[in-house]
């Protein structure tokens, strides 16, 4: 298994599916360091040579990826929550952050459905305890 910017990328796939495991790198980058590194995409990893996977590695140093992005990107939302501005603020909260709907979506943020909603009569009085609404004690005061 060849170890590039600090992971494991697996064996048995393409070099050029296998550099997408490393956070920062997508398709078109992959793409790119493979041409600068003149390496065949379809190449598999463990049919890599020692120079070829030395190549590949000396490009990616100049790529900002891995513990350095994951170092940025968490430096970025400290400074907007420091700032207090709108998006900080939503960080915060744990609300999406770019404008999506909350009022029927954004589970995934939000978490589980809770309900939320008033005691009625019948369920009060089924309780046994006879509970009084802030409403009627206010009545009940003016009366005396």
Known sequence: MARLAGINIPNEKRVE?????????????????LKKAKTSPDVRVKNLTEEEVNRVQKILEEYVIE??????????????KAIKSYRGLRHSMGLPVRG??????????????MTVGTIRKDIVSRMGAKEETPAQEGSAKAKE
């Open 17 to 33: 599916i296998a550099l997408r495991y490393i956070q920062g790198i997508g398709p078109t980058l992959s793409k790119q360091v």
């Open 100 to 113: 999506q709907r909350t009022r029927s979506n954004a589970r995934t943020k939000r978490g589980r459905r």
């Open 67 to 80: 513990g350095d992005l994951r170092r940025r990107i968490e430096e970025n939302i400290k400074r907007l």
